[in-house]
C-alpha cells in the first residue's frame, strides 16, 4: 500500500480539544502522514470559553499553499474543518485546485453550527460560500444543524425518514457526492449515522448516551477520514468513528471538570485495532 498524505484545514484551537489539536492525532494514529493548514489560531474554542484570543491566518493561506504548489506537493486527501471566514473558504478551493494529488479525496466537514444554532461569529453569508465549498465535496460529514442551514430547511428536534430524506436531497442537489450524516436518531435512546453514497442509503444505530461532549463531531469526522484513508469502505469508516465516538464519550462521562471536550487520548487505542482490523 502507498504511504498516504493528507491535509487537514481547520484552526488550532490551543485548548478544548477539538479541530487540529483532535485531527491531527486522530488521524495520525490511523497511520496515515497528516499534513496542516491552520487557518487560525485560538486560545481555546469559542464553545463556553469567554475572552479568548483569535489570531486570523488567512493572509498565511495562499502563501503555504503557492510554497507547496512550487515544490510539487500534493495530497491524496484534503479534509477541513472549522474555517473562519468566507475567504478561507476560497482559498480552500484553491486548494483543491493546485495541490489535489491525481485522486484527491475531498472531505469537508462544515463545521458551523449544532443544537439548531449557529457557532459564535459565523452568519448566513458564511453559510452561502460554505453551500459551495459543500458542492465540491467527495465526502460531506454534516449533523443535522448544518444540513438545515445549508439548505434552507427548518430545524426539527423530532423527525421521521422522510424528512432526513429531503435534507439528502438537497444536500446532494449543492453537488457533493456523499454523505456521512451523523447523530441521527429515529428511535429513542438510539441515534446513528446514515451514510448515504452513490445513492444508496445505509444506516448505523448505536446507543444514545446520556451525556454529549463538546468537539465529538471533530472526533467523528477525523476518525472517518482516518479509516476511509486506511481503505475501508464509507459504511465501514462511518462505524469505526461512531464505535470510536461512542468511545471518547464513554470516557469522559462523570467528569465535571472536564465539560470543554472529550477525552480521546486513552481509547485511541480501540480506534488503532479497528483501522487495522
Ligand atoms: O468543534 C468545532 C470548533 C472548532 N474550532 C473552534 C470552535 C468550534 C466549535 O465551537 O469554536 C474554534
Not at 497528516?34 to 489570531?55: D, I
Not at 471566514?85 to 482559498?91: C, G, N
Request: with cysteine; aromatic share 10%; hydrophobic share 40%.
Amino acid at each position: 500500500m502507498s504511504y498516504k498524505k493528507i491535509l487537514t484545514v481547520q484552526d488550532i484551537s490551543c485548548v478544548g480539544q477539538c479541530s487540529l489539536t483532535v485531527a491531527l492525532p486522530i488521524i495520525s494514529a490511523c497511520g496515515i502522514e497528516t499534513c496542516v493548514l491552520p487557518s487560525a489560531v485560538l486560545s481555546t474554542h469559542t464553545a463556553g470559553f469567554t475572552g479568548y484570543t483569535f489570531h486570523d491566518l488567512t493572509e498565511d493561506m495562499p502563501l503555504i499553499c503557492e510554497h507547496w504548489r512550487k515544490t510539487g506537493i500534493a495530497f491524496d486527501a484534503i479534509y477541513t474543518g472549522y474555517l473562519g471566514s468566507a475567504q478561507q473558504i476560497a482559498h480552500v478551493e484553491d486548494l483543491f485546485e493546485t495541490v489535489a494529488a491525481e485522486g484527491c479525496l475531498k472531505i469537508v466537514d462544515p463545521a458551523m453550527a449544532d443544537n439548531g444554532k449557529l457557532y459564535p461569529g459565523f452568519d448566513m453569508a458564511f453559510v452561502e460560500n460554505m453551500k459551495h465549498l459543500c458542492g465540491k465535496a467527495d465526502y460531506l460529514v454534516p449533523n443535522i444543524t448544518e444540513a438545515c442551514f445549508l439548505t434552507g430547511t427548518e430545524y426539527r428536534e423530532t423527525y421521521d425518514r422522510a424528512y432526513i430524506d429531503e435534507l439528502l436531497a438537497k444536500l446532494t442537489a449543492l453537488g457533493c457526492k456523499n454523505i456521512i450524516f451523523t447523530g441521527i436518531s429515529y428511535a429513542e435512546g438510539k441515534t446513528g449515522v446514515v451514510v448515504y453514497e452513490n445513492g444508496a442509503y445505509d444506516y448505523y444505530e448505536h446507543d444514545k448516551l446520556p451525556n454529549s461532549c463538546h468537539g465529538t463531531g471533530d472526533i467523528y469526522a477525523s476518525a472517518f477520514v482516518g479509516a476511509l484513508m486506511r481503505g475501508k469502505s464509507a459504511y465501514e469508516a462511518a462505524k469505526i468513528a461512531a464505535d470510536y465516538a461512542v468511545a471518547c464519550i464513554k470516557s469522559t462521562a462523570e467528569e465535571e471538570n472536564h465539560w470543554y471536550g472529550a477525552k480521546f487520548e486513552p481509547v485511541l487505542g480501540k480506534l488503532i485495532a479497528a483501522v487495522n482490523d
